[in-house]
């Protein structure tokens, strides 16, 4: 059986519908950093999402070609993620889409190093003539954090991010947006596929004590 991260992983990727704490290590990421709106049809966001993809599953696929990785296991990719952040504002506001700025992310396995990521960039460039010179290796350590399935609409975030704030409170912290440390989403669910009310979708918010 493939590996599956969200199965091996169930702390980072399968969280309750109530609010908890977590330690988060390091991980390396495919990643697109940009900004505006999401929603915008053929914007800057969806071009970054078949970019991600792209070179996601070439670094998959990579045991058909003559390419080699040292230590390579099947896996199935990782859910996408997006790290999002607004000028002047902690966390977000959901009515300003148009000044988000975001990091969108796939992870990927240990053994994946940057000249790998490099071999794949290249060659989903050339096989699917699509210019993915705007990724990069990233390497992230969120640390801890407080973190919630919300299960609905993406703009019926804040709910969650409110029972969020209060077990944090109660529970002797505060919110850490500072130094890079960011609003942190993985979404379970295809946009494309399941109804805004029923999309599962990982909030993760950074964290430290008073």
């Known amino acids: 059986m493939p590996f599956d991260f969200k199965k091996e992983y169930k702390e980072f990727y399968m969280p309750g519908k109530k609010p908890e704490i977590v330690e988060v290590p390091k991980a390396n990421y495919i990643a697109v950093r940009g900004t505006g709106n999401p929603n915008e049809e053929g914007g800057a966001y969806q071009k970054a999402i078949g970019v991600l993809y792209a070179i996601a599953y070439t670094l998959k696929m990579s045991y058909k070609t003559d390419y080699r990785m040292e230590g390579f296991y099947e896996y199935v ?123 599962k979708t990982v909030i993760r918010h950074p964290i430290r004590t008073k």
């Open 77 to 199: 990719v990782p859910p996408l993620e997006g790290f999002w952040w607004q000028d002047g504002v902690d966390g977000c506001d959901y009515e300003r889409k148009e000044a988000f700025h975001w990091i969108s992310v796939i992870r990927v396995p240990e053994f994946v190093k940057e000249e790998d990521f490099k071999w794949a960039v290249e060659t989903a460039t050339k096989k699917k003539k699509l210019d993915c010179s705007m990724a990069e290796f990233m390497t992230i350590e969120e640390g801890l954090c407080v973190q919630i399935m919300h299960i609905g609409a993406y703009d019926d975030e804040p709910a969650s991010v409110e029972l969020m704030n209060a077990y944090i409170e109660e529970q002797g912290y505060v919110n850490d947006f500072a130094s890079g440390r960011l609003h942190h989403e993985i979404y379970l669910s295809d946009a494309r596929k399941v109804v805004p009310e029923k999309r």
